[in-house]
């Protein structure tokens, strides 16, 4: 784009290029406002990019942000998004040790199957039952809350009445997660397979009484209002590529390698100072969303930060020749892992790991889940690579709070990985590094990104995937109509940080849009 057109004025300024900013340019443009979306960057979608991260290997990665469930039908449907969304036949394996012989729970693959399952791991039928029932009373809430994330944010009470449960309202609203889970389950195994929604992302313990972790498993929990994590065919570029063509065809500009360096207000316009390598440029427009972190929002207004965020991942991406085979012989690797495969994530395991690294430590049996992407959507693939039956493996570390980092990030991201992955060739009959991949280089295809890696490289603050802890969906104290509202008129926040925010969703974005739009200016 030209000087000019980054310094004119518009109806709306958009800070961020990431899939919630792409999602709210696009809404007001096809609404007729004229719209300019500033991406540091010299690519738009944020987090929710594909990358070939291997020098020479024809692969095309989800770098950072992987499955999709909180993204709206409603929002593909009004942008008329030209996304596909692919099923994956198995939810999740978790490998055991039961008896001294390897064995496991897969959940997928039929009804019949999956209570099968569950009777071989424990025994009897009872934790199925129990199963059956805990996930339909997630079902239950999931079908009512979903629906009102693209809706004015209600009252505590007007939620309440909508999911028409109290035993379902006590279990995720008002009690730790933890005391539902031990009252469903009785087996370690199946309590922090249940458990693990609530702590992606998010480091806290089952009975934490902050209810943060009561508030992730929610958002994981509900999406589409079913919970069920799709995963995007093309990889998560796709998905933001279809975004950006959205917003660009409705009449947004979307101008690359431009940082907004500093926003001005005095409530009933603004002004955003951008900066490029030829210099710096002044937008002006009535409405401003920023779609960052609530810490970079208060840096470009001046306003006093918020309370620091942590993250509390590793994550890890990997390509592999072929898929390890798994010490449990009745599971074949291609079901294994094509859903999420869970190590180390036993109730005890999870609750010991947390303990140890909230006491500064890193966790002697880290947990952790992986996923194969190219088994449900081989597109990412190369057509020789596939050809060759090579496979992609995505891990997503929990407990590793960005503290742990600090004293040495690039020696404790080592160690750490090495510990990791020596958990998931417990489970392996053959060391996951002789399935590893090289690059042009000869290097192996593994990348590994703490905390403190997601902060330098995509501003999250601590590394918090969701820019801070998840906030409840419905009204607080000062949360605004929407949630996007700030306490200056006319700027809204659009990020993850905004309420019923967090995820690959786009409902900041969509909502910020109404917010605008109900402006009327």
Not at 43 to 72: I, Q
Not at 349 to 357: E, G, H, S, T
Not at 467 to 472: A, I, K, N, V, Y
Request: with cysteine; net charge negative.
């Amino acid at each position: 784009m030209t000087a000019s057109e980054a310094s004119r004025t518009y109806d709306a300024v958009i800070v961020g290029g990431g899939h919630n900013g792409l999602v709210a340019a696009a809404y007001l443009a096809r609404a007729g406002r004229s719209v300019l979306v500033l991406e540091r960057l010299d690519h738009t979608g944020g987090a929710a990019v594909s990358a070939r991260p291997f020098p020479g290997v024809d692969a095309r990665l989800s770098r950072y942000s992987y499955l999709v469930s909180l993204l709206p039908g409603k929002i593909v449907r009004d942008l008329g998004l030209d996304v596909r969304l692919r099923a994956r036949t198995i939810s999740s394996y978790t490998p055991a040790e039961r008896g001294g012989r390897p064995t496991g729970l897969l959940v997928g693959g039929g009804e019949r199957r999956t209570r099968e399952a569950f009777a071989r791991l424990t025994g009897s039928e009872s934790e199925y039952r129990a199963w059956r029932r805990f996930h339909d009373m997630t079902g239950r809430v999931a079908r009512r809350v979903f629906p009102t994330l693209t809706e004015p944010l209600p009252t505590r009470e007007d939620l309440r009445r909508a999911v028409g449960d109290e035993e379902a309202w006590r279990a995720l609203f008002e009690e730790p997660i933890g005391v539902a889970v031990e009252e469903h389950f009785a087996d370690d195994l199946v309590r922090g397979l249940v458990l693990t929604d609530a702590l992606i992302g998010t480091f806290a313990d089952a009975h934490d009484p902050s209810l943060k972790q009561n508030r992730c498993f929610l958002y994981h929990v509900i999406g589409g209002g079913t919970g069920a994590w799709d995963v995007p065919v093309g990889g998560m570029g796709a998905l933001t590529d279809a975004l950006a063509d959205a917003a660009r065809a409705a009449g947004a500009v979307i101008a690359t390698g431009h940082e907004a360096i500093r926003v001005d207000t005095d409530g009933r316009t603004a002004e955003v100072t951008h900066r490029t390598a030829d210099g710096e440029g002044v937008a002006a427009a009535r409405h401003v969303l920023v779609n960052a972190s609530p810490r970079e929002l208060a840096a470009l207004l001046g306003d006093p930060p918020p309370p620091p965020a942590e993250g509390a991942q590793l994550k890890v991406n990997m390509l592999l020749t072929r898929l390890p085979r798994l010490r449990d012989t009745s599971v074949d690797p291609r079901e294994a892992f094509a859903g999420t495969f869970h190590i180390a994530e036993g109730y005890g395991q999870l609750a010991a790991a947390y303990a140890r690294a909230a006491a500064g430590e890193l966790p002697a049996e880290p947990p952790s889940e992986i996923y194969c992407h190219s088994l449900t959507d081989p597109t990412i693939l190369g057509p020789d690579l596939a050809a060759r039956g090579y496979q992609t493996l995505t891990l997503f570390g929990l407990h590793a709070p960005a503290r742990l980092f600090e004293r040495d990030n690039d020696a404790v991201r080592e160690e750490l990985l090495t510990s990791t992955l020596a958990r998931l060739d417990a489970h392996l009959t053959e060391p996951l590094a002789d399935c590893l991949a090289t690059d042009a280089d000869g290097r192996p295809c593994l990348e590994a990104r703490s905390p403190l890696d997601l902060e330098r490289d995509l501003g999250l603050p601590g590394g918090h995937i969701f820019h801070r802890d998840l906030s409840w969906p419905h009204a607080q104290d000062g949360t605004g109509r929407w949630g996007v509202e700030t306490r200056h008129a006319g700027v809204l926040l659009c990020g993850a940080g905004a309420v019923r925010g967090g995820g690959v969703s786009g409902v900041p974005g969509h909502n910020a849009a109404m917010a605008v739009l109900e402006a009327g200016d």
